[in-house]
């Protein structure tokens, strides 16, 4: 079946530093993948999302992109700020599965002043 | 406009009660979700809506557990005989159509004693 993988947090960083939380993924076929924000007290919401190999979403100054060969879609940012700390989930839907999202586990990600 | 709302946003309850979570999604979303989260673990779909018939019922993970839409708007997730296994976070999402995102309700965050 299809799984998802992503770092565990929590991740602590400074304002300004570069953030990367790790993704990888497997599925029988070729999913669009996703990255889904929480703030604090907030729903889910979408943050950004590639549909196939090679494809970089991006979003609010993120970025990940759909590497096939290496079956990954790590989220980076070159400059966190305080705002940005939240729950990041990576999650995958695969076509003929109505888009059903298979998640990962979640990274908790703090920035500090 | 109004996002996807789920209620009650807490409930607490004993073991073996039985409790119906709600949730309205977004006008004219004609497909709805059912996930769960668990401490510690990353979402899990439950059961997919397309229109009032539930196509994908394949994540509900026993017989204790069912669902209904009605009006291709309201849907009730009802557990029965609750055990303290299901205590977790139900979150509901809606969208509108084929390819389009999902949203994401507040959740209703279920604690069986």
């Known amino acids: 079946g299809n799984s998802v993988t992503q770092m565990e947090g929590p991740v602590t960083l400074s304002e300004e530093a570069f953030l990367t939380i790790n993704c990888t993924y497997t599925a029988t076929g070729y999913p669009s993948l996703f990255w889904y924000v929480q703030y604090p007290g907030e729903g889910l919401q979408l943050l950004l999302k590639a549909t196939k190999a090679d494809d970089k979403g991006s979003n609010k100054g993120f970025e990940a992109t759909y590497r096939k060969e290496t079956t990954s879609f790590h989220l980076e940012k070159g400059s966190v700020q305080v705002s940005d700390s939240a729950v990041y989930f990576c999650a995958l839907s695969e076509a003929g599965t109505a888009s059903k999202l298979t998640f990962g586990t979640g990274t908790r990600l703090q920035v500090t002043l | 406009g109004a996002g996807v709302s789920q209620s009650p946003s807490n409930k607490v309850t004993e073991k073996g009660k039985d409790v119906e979570l709600r949730c309205d999604p977004i006008?004219?979303?004609?497909?709805l979700y059912w996930y769960r989260q668990r401490l510690g673990q990353g979402l899990e779909f439950l059961i997919y809506f397309q229109g009032n018939s539930a196509p994908d019922k394949s994540g509900l993970p026993s017989d204790r557990f069912s669902a209904e839409r009605t009006g291709e708007s309201v849907s009730t997730l009802t557990i029965q005989r609750t055990q303290q296994e299901d205590s977790a976070v139900y979150l509901c999402?809606?969208?509108?159509?084929?390819?389009?995102?999902?949203?994401f309700g507040p959740g209703t965050r279920l604690l069986v004693l």
């Open positions: 999402a809606s969208r509108r159509g084929w390819g389009e995102t999902q949203y």
């Open positions: 006008s004219g979303h004609t497909a």
